[in-house]
Each structure stands twice: as structure tokens, then as C-alpha cells.
């Protein structure tokens, strides 16, 4: 079967299609210029789970279940569901860690990143060029031999774990389960966690969302990375296509409100909102992913992207619990100490494990 998704009009369609649909889950209830957002939703579910006690960004988000249940049917509908696992699984956790913290300093992830910047954000800016150079200090290490170690195939079932924890998310979702007063699942009443587009329609989006990117092997860190390291601009004509339509759609939605101050769920501390992207940037390009495109391999079957994306929700716990995430008002108070600690962890990473160095 043609898979038209991979091809240069393919990726710019997929790239198109998830800037509208961010922009319109956005006006149909999802935080403003955060109609999708992979980091924040994560650490929404964390807190539901409670991982973290904020109880404003506290909510089962349907687009991440969504992103991994479509990526896991094309998948198997198209033969390329191939479970595999064994590359540094503990150090991919970590880097998930890291890669949230990074995130929740700046507030997003490189989706939102560019989705604030299609919304007229202007701190945006410093989060894209932070991220850019983080993954240009991957690919240096890239260029010298790093590298986590090859994957092994595994018994197909194990592939079935990360998308059936997804639906085990679903239920509780749905049927919004107590395990006891006061206790777990949470649901925000108020801020960001409250606010959010209709069930059925996200989930529908993640879906849609999850198959296409699938197919088109959409990632913004593989755009970036693509570009320094083979000077390959394929998947950068799709992240240059989610701006535009995001943008174009915000437009018409009435969405576009250009400046540094005052912008939804974000904060203009420029030097920390480079250096905790510079720090994501980095970790997503030593994991090989930026964290949509690890919510796609894990639907595929990638035991290890699975487990990057479980050091993101508890990452996103650590980031609350020790007042490291940001929020509208400036950084957490222990924030530039975890971004500098994740940054010399990453760089340990990329000076240690190398399989051998290019003359």
C-alpha cells in the first residue's frame, strides 16, 4: 500500500491538519494556544493520576490517549506494528524526566511552542531557539557516535501494554472513577486543567492525529535534527505547514493576539524560557524524539519510547511537587536548578555513550 503521508505534499497536508485542529480544539474549549499541547497534557493527566496535587491543571486529556490508540490501529492495520524494546530503557526514562522539566519551565512542548507563536505569543521565540539549540548540541553529539543502543524485537503483546494503559486511561476518564474522598482521579474545577474541548471530539482528533503522523513520521525535533545534520528539509516543510494553517485558522477563529506580555498560560522570563527548551531540545534529540513522535512509536509498538513518555508524566510530578514548573507569574523557585542538573545530565549522556568517534 502507497503511503501518500510520506511524501512531501503528505507531510505538509499532516502538518496542516494538526495546526487546525489545534487552533479549533482551542476554540471549542482546550486553553488558550494550547489546543494541543503533548507536555502540558501529560502533566494534566499527571495530576490527574496524582502525581501532583495542582489542582487546576488536573485532567485525563483525550488527544494523548488519542495520539497513541491511532498510531497503534494504522499501525496494525498497515503491518508496522513491530514491538521492540531494550535501548537504555532506564536512561530514556530519565531523559523523559528531564525532557518535562525543560518543558514546564518554559510551559510546552515544541508543539505548543509553535502553536504560541501561530497565536501571536512572542516568548515563543526564545522557547523555538532554545529548542533549536538544544537538538543542534544533540546533533554534534550525533555527528561523534552517540547513541543508546539498538532495539530487539519482543513478543507482541509486550506492544499492547502502552496502548492498553491508554485505554485503562479512557475508562477512568469516562467514567470519571472516585478510589476514595478526596482522592484520585482528579478533575480540575477551575485554570487550565478545566478548560477543554468536548470528549468525543478530542478523542476523535487524537485519533486522526495519531494515524497521520503515524504514516507521515511527523516530529518536530526529526524536522530540526533532519535539517543541521543532512540538510533534509522533508519534515520541517510539515512544521512550517502546522504553523502556517495554526496561524491562518487563528486568524479566521479571531485567536491572533500578537505581543510578549500578557499571553495565556506563560511567562516572558526570556532567558529561562531558552535555556529550559534548550534543555528539552537536547534531551528529546538524545532520546531520538520529540514527545509526540515517542506517543507514536510507543502506539507502534516501541517499549522505549513507551518508557520516555512514563519519565514524562513522572516528571511532570517532580516539576510541581519541588516547585520547578512555571507559571504565568515566573519560574518555579527551584526551576534553574533542574535545568542546569538536566543539561549536565544530558551532556554526561552525550560524551559517555558513544559506540565510536568520527575522525
Known amino acids: 500500500m502507497k503511503n501518500i503521508f510520506s511524501s512531501k505534499w503528505g507531510i505538509i497536508l499532516v502538518g496542516g491538519i494538526i495546526g487546525t485542529f489545534a487552533a479549533l480544539l482551542q476554540y471549542w474549549g482546550n486553553p488558550a494556544n494550547m489546543g494541543i499541547c503533548v507536555a502540558c497534557f501529560e502533566r494534566d493527566i499527571a495530576g490527574a493520576l496524582g502525581l501532583h496535587r495542582v489542582d487546576i491543571v488536573q485532567y485525563i486529556r483525550p488527544e494523548i490517549l488519542g495520539f497513541v490508540l491511532g498510531s497503534f490501529l494504522i499501525a496494525l492495520f498497515t503491518k508496522e506494528y513491530k514491538p521492540r524494546a531494550g535501548s537504555s530503557s532506564l536512561v530514556r526514562f530519565f531523559l523523559g524526566i528531564f525532557a518535562m522539566i525543560g518543558a514546564l519551565v518554559f510551559l510546552g512542548c515544541p508543539w505548543r511552542a509553535l502553536l504560541r507563536l501561530a497565536g501571536g505569543d512572542g516568548n515563543a521565540i526564545l522557547g523555538i531557539l532554545g529548542l533549536a539549540t538544544g537538538i543542534a548540541i544533540g546533533v554534534q553529539f550525533l555527528k561523534t557516535g552517540y547513541n543508546l543502543g539498538r532495539s530487539y524485537p519482543s513478543q507482541k503483546a509486550a506492544g499492547w501494554v502502552f496502548p492498553a494503559f491508554m485505554v485503562g486511561l479512557f475508562l477512568l476518564l469516562f467514567f470519571r472513577v472516585s478510589f476514595s474522598e478526596n482522592g484520585a482521579i482528579f478533575f480540575s474545577i477551575k485554570g487550565p486543567g478545566s478548560m477543554k474541548a468536548n470528549l468525543w471530539i478530542s478523542l476523535s482528533a487524537g485519533l486522526i492525529i495519531g494515524m497521520l503522523a503515524q504514516r507521515s513520521r511527523f516530529c518536530t525535533m526529526g524536522a530540526i535534527r533532519d535539517s ?9 516543510s510539515g512544521v512550517i505547514s502546522l504553523v502556517f494553517f495554526a496561524f491562518i485558522a487563528n486568524q479566521i477563529l479571531g485567536q491572533f493576539k500578537p505581543g510578549f506580555l500578557e499571553q495565556p498560560i506563560a511567562h516572558n ?11 528539552s531540545g537536547l534531551a528529546f534529540s538524545l532520546a531520538g524524539g520529540c514527545p509526540g513522535r515517542q506517543l507514536f512509536l510507543a502506539g507502534e509498538g516501541d517499549a522505549d519510547a513507551g518508557i520516555f513518555a512514563m519519565g514524562m508524566l513522572v ?5 510541581h511537587n519541588f516547585s520547578l514548573a512555571s507559571s504565568p507569574k515566573g519560574i518555579g523557585a527551584f526551576a534553574p536548578h533542574a535545568v542546569i542538573i538536566g543539561i549536565c545530565f544530558c551532556l554526561i549522556l552525550g560524551f559517555t555513550m558513544r559506540s565510536k568517534v568520527k575522525s
Open 228 to 236: 543541521i545534520l543532512i540538510q533534509d528539509f522533508h519534515l520541517l
Open 315 to 319: 516528571g511532570a510530578g517532580f516539576a
Open 269 to 279: 522570563n526570556h532567558l529561562w524560557n531558552f535555556l529550559g527548551m534548550v534543555l
